[in-house]
């Protein structure tokens, strides 16, 4: 793992999980002032560009043996296969962007949060909740973009991941987004004022005073 520059502090980095529909995407256009200079993780993956989409600013597009080495040489935080394609999260970006001392958020589904978690015992889990599984059912099909059967594909998931809330640091309920941008830039506020953050060059200012 990369390691802060010297006296430095390293920056936090927050794991986003949720169900498809519950909101994260707007959850974080609502908190963008807190977001600001946050780092956003660009996933990888083998699936093939589509049109309009950059590299490294979409994903990272990789041929499978590349990704599949990053994953044997530890460069993936997480990763899994979604139909017969590859997707993970690289770890040489987060790691230097860390180092640095910029924060970091990945938005990643559950099984990717627990692989970084493991790899990453010191980041901090953030689990966006709907108010209800009725709520987020209405959400899905407000859309008018899936069919019954992938709605309740996606219903089925919700469960398992709701299930798993108690794995995570932080829940965050997304009723009202407001409220739920609220909760969320306290997060960030806590997560920032913790002593243990602190780097040499900052308690010597505290000294030096």
Known sequence: ????SSGGRRGILFVMTGASGVGKGTLRAE???ALADV????SATTRPRRPGE???????FLDRADFEERVRTGGMLEHAEYVGDLYGTPAAPVDAALASGRDVLLEIELDGARQVKRARPDAV???IAPPSLAELERRL??????PEAKIQKRLARARDEIRAVREFDYVIVNDDVAEAAATLRAILT???ARARLLGDDQVAAFLDG
């Open 141 to 146: 099909r407000g859309r008018g973009t899936d």
């Open 39 to 42: 780092v956003y993780s660009v």
């Open 31 to 33: 908190a963008a002032d």
């Open 1 to 4: 793992m990369t390691q802060p």
């Open 54 to 60: 950059a590299d490294g600013v979409h994903y990272h």
């Open 125 to 127: 889990m953030l689990f």
């Open 190 to 192: 806590a997560e920032r």
